[in-house]
T-cell receptor, first 116, second 115 residues
Framework: KQEVTQIPAALSVPEGENLVLNCSFTDSAIYNLQWFRQDPGKGLTSLLLIQSSQREQTSGRLNASLDKSSGRSTLYIAASQPGDSATYLCAVRGVLAAGNNRKLIWGLGTSLAVNP | DTGVSQDPRHKITKRGQNVTFRCDPISEHNRLYWYRQTLGQGPEFLTY????????KSRLLSDRFSAERPKGSFSTLEIQRTEQGDSAMYLC?????????????FGSGTQLSVL
């Protein structure tokens, strides 16, 4: 059974710092992995999606890497800003289930606070 | 395109009442998902549609919950005889399935409070 873990659960950093958020999964047979951002009381915003055949994806100050063999993904945020404060969730699309739905398995997220 | 929209943003209701939420997906997307999320947890899968067909419903979902997507465009999620345990954020997501990979786009959610 696929399980997704995110460490740390919470992180507080000063503005300008580069930081790494971690996501680990137990079953390496994944189809893709997606990183999301969630602001308090709001929906989720997709940040980056990495296909199973890819090693990394970049968007602006964000870089996500994927190492399927070790069951790990990292989200790197460069030059953090107070506006980056949010909860970051990773979700792994795993095994084929009923109705041809490859289920998304979610981590619990890392709550990030970037202090000015 | 304006993305996935959900209505209402907030709903407060009394226990025992029925509520209905609406989701308008991104126009060309063929898949639509409903999730539920409580504080500090990841989203919990409820059900999903491919076009107008409801292909899967979570076993955790009681018979009080029903969802429709009559024309393969917008979807509604109805909860009958609401209970306090139904209080949560209800999230809708849509995607365009191409091959084995799809990217989900979420709406802002409907926050339900059952008093």
């Amino acid at each position: 059974k696929q399980e997704v873990t995110q460490i740390p659960a919470a992180l507080s950093v000063p503005e300008g710092e580069n930081l790494v958020l971690n996501c680990s999964f137990t079953d390496s047979a994944i189809y893709n992995l997606q990183w999301f951002r969630q602001d308090p009381g709001k929906g989720l915003t997709s940040l980056l999606l990495i296909q199973s055949s890819q090693r990394e994806q970049t968007s602006g100050r964000l870089n996500a890497s994927l190492d399927k063999s070790s069951g790990r993904s990292t989200l790197y945020i460069a030059a953090s800003q107070p506006g980056d404060s949010a909860t970051y969730l990773c979700a792994v699309r795993g095994v084929l289930a009923a109705g041809n739905n490859r289920k998304l398995i979610w981590g619990l997220g890392t709550s990030l606070a970037v202090n000015p | 395109d304006t993305g996935v929209s959900q209505d209402p943003r907030h709903k407060i209701t009394k226990r025992g009442q029925n509520v209905t939420f609406r989701c308008d997906p991104i126009s060309e997307h063929n898949r639509l998902y409903w999730y539920r999320q409580t504080l500090g947890q990841g989203p919990e899968f409820l059900t999903y549609f491919q076009n107008e067909a409801q292909l899967e419903k979570s076993r955790l979902l009681s018979d009080r919950f029903s969802a429709e997507r009559p024309k393969g465009s917008f979807s509604t999620l109805e909860i009958q005889r609401t209970e306090q345990g139904d209080s949560a954020m209800y999230l809708c997501a849509s995607s365009l399935l191409t091959g084995d990979n799809e990217k989900l786009f979420f709406g802002s959610g409907t926050q339900l409070s059952v008093l």
